[in-house]
């Protein structure tokens, strides 16, 4: 349950920096909204992401993984269809935020991961 909500924060965290970085992604509500968009950022990448990745797996190889860029960003913009949906107010534009948006979600993402998601590793080997 502990590396849910880690995992849950990490996202929430990376989406609203996505926010505020790039012009084409909004999101208009309170940090529970973010929260729940950032579950369903993650429901999207657990079940939709590897199914993507297989059947585009020729692609990934062909343009050395930068089609990953383009998935990302496709989980972005599913995202947003989900979350405005629900009404959640989070809205990605068009295909360019998406990208941009998928591309410093990722990097966030790792950043965050290195500094709090890092200890289960630790825990195991020692």
Known sequence: MSRFLTRLVINAV??????QWVGGITYEG??????????IFGL??????PVLRFLACPLII????LFTLVINAFMLLLTSALAVG???GFHVADFGAAF???LIVSI???ILSL????????????
Do not use: Y
């Open 14 to 19: 990376a989406l609203w920096v996505a926010v």
């Open 30 to 39: 309170d940090w529970l909204g973010l929260a729940l968009v950032a579950l």
């Open 44 to 49: 999207v990448n657990a079940f939709i992401k």
């Open 62 to 65: 062909l343009t050395l993984g």
């Open 86 to 88: 629900l009404n959640l």
């Open 100 to 102: 941009w948006g998928g």
């Open 108 to 110: 966030v993402s790792v």
């Open 115 to 126: 500094f709090i998601g890092g200890d289960d590793k630790r825990r195991a080997r020692g």
